[in-house]
């Protein structure tokens, strides 16, 4: 692989794409914390040359027949090789893609938004640690590779959360976001031991072969399945470790929008689609996917209805679409998760970074307040928005609108037409959140204290953090048009399941009316003169501390902490510490002293004290060799 | 053979117990090297047991070696206990440590 890795322009494309951001983050690290600016320079830097190599690969793959793969040896260690290297085929080129651009028009939109921060150099070190985890983790060839990078990722974004470590709630953010990765790594990882146990490695397109049946038996594939699916449920936010993602918004705004919305959480949907022939062996784990989609989706949802912060509106959307996509896939359609995947990056990515200009110039989270000191004359930003909520909440002629329609298409395809309906449900409460906060926004009720002098542009660097907000506003806008284009790329993948996904004419239009049906809704509520403004939900107040309170789950989990595993499990890990362990090792020290004493008394040069050892020591021996 | 072997051997025992207690015990070198006598007599006695068991006599002659070994190292230790005391002017073994 070293030795003619240079004869092969793709592998040397993939090469640079992935290990450029890991040079930059080094020498930020090592040399240029000191120097904000180069360290900013250095980054970008990279992350535009791993763009160009990406856009070079998905170029020059576009019509790729059979996964290109590239493996050396890593580590070797007796019969023992694992494998290094990388996976080129349409799912992971696409995300590649994905991944470079967002991560570079994140990291360009930064230079205004972490302008004269005290850690600008750490934030671009840790952007450049994230970006390289990433792009290596969605070419990995096999699942161990997968892994590391994996929690490489999520240790990036444990860092990137707490990036304001001064801010005791920033740490406890970050924390909380990596523990509870981490329970959905350990089943991850379970159930890759068991995949490892069955087929000997863990080779992706190995697992993903046709013949990987014969190999296991179908209740273990389902296991395996169930367990790998746990590190989707963790890394996704999906039900029911979906806490910590509201929680994540502690960290920048640029951070959010790169990994809480575009790219680490859609880690889990890519492994759902990378691991997607291997998943569909398995109905009954399909099913089980199906219903966490669901019910992650609607609960979401109804959290998204009644809060007030700007970015935790958009924090539960990005759960709520990732169930979406889970759904979509666990209806059978891959193509459907993949396109949204690929959509919801784009506007996802646009709504954080534009929440971020209205917080940067209002320092205020609350939309309200956000209204009420002119966050519309924010022009770029409240276009831009719109655009993007019209997206989200899958308007046509916006992106969301088409891959959201192939999902229900997907969803109607099944026979139990309960998914259907939960999906048009679905639909309908992101219209209606998403535009509850738009016409909040747009028609400021005490508009009084709307004061021309404080705000806006004089925190410079307004310009930087536009450009980005444009260009995503023009993917967004022209994406959807793009969809025959990408169902043709996505047909060229290696071992998806040919599902053809029913035409229903009338989709279009369910899709449609649900969505306006929340906005017509939200308008009634917050948008038409003389509206107060409050939502029906929030005039029943158990229902409003139900939602506010995230369905009580954090709730849940600080009694069963409390309870449980602090009141028994680590109370008896205490008792065994302090009786068990510290009491031996106190025991071996002063037995250790006591016999030191009594053997001193022997050294003391009495001539009788040598006798008397001579003679118990024969006597011991004697013992010793007749009995 | 009168007495039983088992008797010739618990006499033997006690005797060889008896001194090393007395070699273990007592503050005087005198009474030290009178209890490796006795040691050495509880080991000579069993030998004599031994061979009336056997009907060999070889034991016996072993014995006679002994008792010469015994008065040759009685006269050598007392000997050595003498010089000791001109040098210390004590008897006691606990005085002798100066190799501590």
Redesign the interface.
């Given at each position: 692989m070293i030795a003619n890795w240079l004869n092969e322009p793709s592998l040397t494309a993939a090469i640079l794409a992935t290990f450029l951001p890991l040079g930059a983050f080094l020498l930020i690290m090592v040399l240029t914390r000191k120097h904000p600016r180069l360290s900013a320079g250095l980054s970008i830097a990279a992350i535009s040359i791993s763009l160009i190599s990406a856009i070079f690969l998905l170029a020059r793959h576009w019509h790729l027949d059979t996964p290109l793969e590239y493996t050396g040896r890593w580590l070797v260690s007796g019969d023992v090789a694992v494998p290094f290297g990388y996976l080129l085929d349409h799912t992971s080129l696409l995300m590649l893609s994905v991944v470079a651009v967002i991560s570079f028009l994140v990291q360009i939109y930064s230079l205004g938004y972490m302008a004269g921060d005290a850690g600008f150099s750490r934030y671009y070190a840790f952007m450049s640690l994230f970006a390289w985890a990433m792009m290596n983790m969605t070419l990995s060839p096999t699942m161990l590779q997968l892994y590391i990078f994996w929690e490489l990722v999520g240790l990036a974004s444990y860092l990137l959360i707490g990036f304001w470590y001064e801010k005791f709630s920033a740490t406890q953010a970050g924390k909380k976001a990596f523990v509870m990765t981490r329970f959905g790594d350990v089943a991850f990882f379970l159930g890759l031991l068991l995949v490892l146990v069955h087929l000997g490695n863990l080779n992706i397109l190995e697992m993903n072969a046709p013949g990987v049946t014969a190999r296991m038996s179908d209740t273990y594939i389902t296991i395996s399945a169930l367990l790998i699916f746990g590190g989707i449920i963790g890394k996704s936010a999906q039900f029911p470790l979906l806490t910590w993602l509201p929680d994540a918004m502690e960290g920048p705004t640029p951070v959010s929008a790169l990994l809480h919305s575009a790219t680490m959480v859609a880690a889990g949907v890519y492994l759902f689609g990378r691991l997607f022939p291997f998943f569909s062996h398995s109905a009954g784990a399909m099913g089980i996917f199906l219903i966490i989609g669901t019910i992650s989706m609607l609960l979401a949802s109804t959290m998204a209805m009644v809060t007030r912060d700007i970015k935790q509106v958009w924090a539960y959307s990005t759960i709520s679409q990732l169930g979406f996509m889970i759904m979509g896939m666990a209806a059978g359609s891959y193509y459907a998760g993949m396109f949204h995947l690929t959509t919801h990056a784009g506007f996802k990515a646009l709504l954080f970074l534009c929440a971020g200009v209205f917080i940067h110039s209002f320092e205020s989270n609350d939309m309200f307040d956000i209204s009420r000191q002119g966050g519309r004359r924010l022009k770029t930003p409240t276009i831009c928005t719109i655009i993007a909520a019209a997206a989200l909440a899958g308007l046509p002629p916006f992106s969301g609108f088409f891959s959201k329609e192939v999902i229900l298409g997907a969803l109607a395809d099944l026979n139990n037409p309960v998914w259907l309906v939960a999906g048009l449900l679905g639909a309908f409460l992101t219209a209606y959140y998403t535009f509850r906060l738009i016409f909040i926004i747009l028609f400021p009720r005490e508009s009084g204290t709307e004061s021309q002098s404080d705000h806006g542009h004089q925190h410079g660097g307004y310009w930087v953090m536009g450009w980005p907000l444009i260009i995503l506003a023009a993917v967004t806008v022209i994406m959807g048009f793009y969809r025959g284009a990408l169902e043709a790329f996505f047909q060229g993948q290696q071992g998806i399941p040919a599902t053809p996904v029913g035409h229903h004419a009338w989709m279009p239009f369910a899709a449609i009316a649900s969505a306006l049906g929340g906005v017509v809704l939200a308008w009634l509520e917050f948008g038409r003169q003389g509206a107060d403004q409050v939502g029906f939900v929030e005039k029943i107040a158990p229902l409003n501390n139900l939602f506010a309170q995230r369905w009580y789950i954090d709730r849940f989990y600080r009694r069963f902490l409390d309870i449980f595993i602090y009141g028994v499990v680590s109370n008896l890990f205490n008792q065994n510490d302090k009786k068990v362990i510290d009491g031996g090792i106190d025991g071996l020290g002063k037995g250790t002293v006591a016999t030191g004493r009594f053997v001193s008394i022997l050294?003391?040069?009495?001539?009788?004290f040598r006798?008397?050892t001579i003679?118990v020591v024969l006597v011991l021996l004697g013992l010793y060799f007749f009995f | 053979m009168i007495v039983p072997f088992n008797h010739v051997l618990a006499l033997a025992g006690l005797l060889f117990l008896m001194g090393i207690f007395c070699v273990v015990v007592r503050r005087s070198l005198i009474m030290i090297l009178l209890g490796v006598e006795v040691m050495l007599n509880a080991a000579a006695i069993i030998l004599v047991g031994a061979s009336l068991l056997w009907h060999n006599l070889d034991g016996q002659a072993i014995v006679l070696f002994v008792f010469a070994i015994a008065a040759a190292e009685v006269s050598v230790g007392l000997a050595f206990i003498v010089w000791a005391y001109r040098r210390t002017g004590s008897v006691d073994p606990e005085n002798y440590n100066i190799l501590k």
């Open positions: 050294h003391q040069g009495m001539v009788q006798l008397l003679f | -």
